[in-house]
């Protein structure tokens, strides 16, 4: 065990634990006690009536987050919000282990994952009760993992990972999108895996035991708690749930009219966020 922390405490290692352990206490430090607005009281409340939040119900964030309800000190936001803090930070730790991978020199590494810490939206989203910040947790997790099966052609990393996308469909549906960038990283090693048959059938099984948290939402709302998105006791509800079919899937909700032209319209929003993020200097650097 002693030899195991020693492992992970040296080297690149260390400054991944510092930056972590920095950025950590950094967030909680400045972490919110109340409500901020947006979808964090949906979020808050559901998890601490032990419900059912918003489609696509977030069965993971909603049951973790319950647990947090259960620490004795501090406000029922701010426990709920250690969900943000706590993955934020790790995600620093983590990202710049992948930033190393790719040969990136210590210094521009601390540089580049210090730069997006303390960056308004990440920070902001790493201070609040919100979905986002376990949503890139397991983004650049899986990156890291992925990583690591390309380096050493291991099985256990994609068994690892297989776990960890079926987790993070129980929380945010957007990884999906990330899905084809992840396939064009392990599509030319694919073909090394001995006994493929045997790895992709415990790949699935491992992705299948990665969504068991969707039993929280059948459980939860068979309570008829006070927040209770769809009432999902049964198959109908849940679809209904998963899907976002009242919340709306490519809309804030089916009550507000839906323009594919508008779309194309917001990509200037888009722009204009990260100029007040990273400034032209800072978008100039990462192209």
């Given at each position: 065990?002693l030899?195991?922390l020693?492992?992970l405490v040296r080297?690149?290692?260390l400054y991944a634990?510092?930056?972590?352990s920095s950025?950590?206490?950094?967030?909680?430090?400045f972490?919110?006690?109340?409500?901020f607005?947006?979808?964090a009281?949906d979020l808050?409340s559901?998890a601490f009536?032990?419900?059912?939040a918003?489609?696509p119900?977030y069965p993971?964030?909603?049951?973790?987050?319950w647990?947090?309800?259960l620490?004795?000190?501090?406000?029922?936001?701010?426990?709920v919000g250690?969900?943000?803090s706590?993955?934020?930070?790790?995600?620093?730790?983590?990202l710049f282990?992948?930033?190393k991978?790719?040969?990136v020199?210590?210094l521009?590494?601390?540089?580049a994952?210090?730069t997006?810490g303390?960056?308004?939206?990440f920070?902001?989203?790493s201070?609040v009760?919100?979905?986002f910040?376990?949503?890139?947790?397991f983004v650049?997790?899986l990156?890291?993992f992925?990583?690591?099966?390309?380096?050493?052609?291991k099985n256990k990393?994609i068994?690892l990972?297989a776990l960890?996308?079926?987790?993070?469909?129980?929380h945010?549906?957007t990884?999906?999108?990330i899905?084809?960038?992840?396939?064009?990283?392990?599509?030319p090693h694919?073909?090394?895996i001995?006994?493929k048959?045997?790895?992709f059938?415990r790949?699935?099984?491992?992705f299948?035991?990665?969504?068991?948290?969707y039993?929280y939402?059948f459980?939860?709302?068979?309570t008829n708690?006070?927040v209770?998105?769809?009432?999902p006791?049964?198959?109908?509800?849940?679809?209904?749930l998963v899907?976002?079919?009242?919340?709306g899937t490519f809309?804030?909700?089916?009550?507000?009219?839906?323009n594919k032209?508008?779309?194309?319209?917001?990509?200037?929003?888009?722009?204009n966020?990260?100029?007040?993020d990273?400034t032209?200097?800072?978008l100039?650097?990462?192209g």
């Amino acid at each position: 065990m002693l030899e195991v922390l020693r492992k992970l405490v040296r080297g690149e290692n260390l400054y991944a634990v510092l930056l972590s352990s920095s950025f950590l206490l950094l967030y909680v430090l400045f972490q919110t006690t109340s409500i901020f607005g947006g979808d964090a009281g949906d979020l808050v409340s559901a998890a601490f009536v032990h419900g059912v939040a918003h489609p696509p119900g977030y069965p993971l964030y909603t049951f973790i987050g319950w647990l947090l309800t259960l620490l004795p000190f501090s406000t029922v936001a701010w426990r709920v919000g250690l969900l943000s803090s706590i993955p934020g930070a790790a995600t620093i730790g983590i990202l710049f282990l992948v930033l190393k991978k790719y040969n990136v020199k210590t210094l521009p590494a601390i540089v580049a994952v210090t730069t997006l810490g303390v960056s308004y939206l990440f920070w902001l989203y790493s201070s609040v009760a919100e979905v986002f910040s376990l949503h890139v947790f397991f983004v650049v997790l899986l990156l890291f993992f992925l990583q690591l099966f390309v380096e050493t052609r291991k099985n256990k990393y994609i068994y690892l990972s297989a776990l960890i996308f079926g987790l993070s469909l129980t929380h945010h549906h957007t990884i999906l999108f990330i899905v084809p960038g992840y396939l064009f990283m392990v599509y030319p090693h694919v073909f090394e895996i001995k006994n493929k048959l045997t790895v992709f059938g415990r790949s699935f099984l491992l992705f299948f035991l990665g969504l068991t948290p969707y039993i929280y939402v059948f459980l939860a709302a068979s309570t008829n708690p006070a927040v209770n998105w769809e009432a999902p006791t049964n198959l109908t509800g849940f679809i209904r749930l998963v899907s976002r079919a009242v919340y709306g899937t490519f809309s804030t909700g089916s009550f507000h009219p839906f323009n594919k032209l508008d779309r194309y319209f917001q990509l200037s929003n888009v722009v204009n966020t990260l100029l007040l993020d990273f400034t032209n200097a800072g978008l100039i650097l990462i192209g």
